[in-house]
């Protein structure tokens, strides 16, 4: 099964960036997108980005033109590359294994906080 490993979360002032990294490792087989989803304090979990296996991506509406999702298929590792970060942003972050809109496996998550 798919394990998930990530990396890349800390503190970052206001306007800075960060990029989040998310390494995966068995079997693919049944996966065909990747994502990143967010949960702040008093908030529900929400999709922050995905990226299918085709390459296509979509971002919720208030990430988007500030955050870009990629992948390096060579190191089966997805990446959450954040820019103008917000205070707002802050939250933990999860990368997900999915089988179309079915998340298959969680990561363990990455904090994010963004300082004002």
């Known amino acids: 099964q798919v394990q998930l490993v990530e990396s890349g979360g800390g503190l970052v002032q206001a306007g800075g960036s960060l990029r989040l990294s998310c390494a995966a490792s068995?079997?693919?087989?049944?996966?065909?997108?990747m994502g990143w989803d967010r949960q702040a304090p008093g908030k529900q979990r929400e999709l922050v980005a995905t990226?299918?296996?085709?390459?296509?991506?979509n971002y919720a509406d208030s990430v988007k033109g500030r955050f870009t999702i990629s992948r390096d298929n060579a190191k089966n590792t997805v990446y959450l590359q954040m820019n103008s970060l917000k205070p707002e942003d802050t939250a933990v972050y999860y990368c997900?294994?999915?089988?179309?809109?079915?998340?298959?496996?969680w990561g363990q998550g990455t904090l994010v906080t963004v300082s004002s």
């Open positions: 990226i299918t296996s085709g390459g296509s991506t």
């Open positions: 068995g079997s693919i087989f049944s996966i065909n997108a």
């Open positions: 997900n294994a999915r089988r179309y809109q079915f998340v298959e496996v």
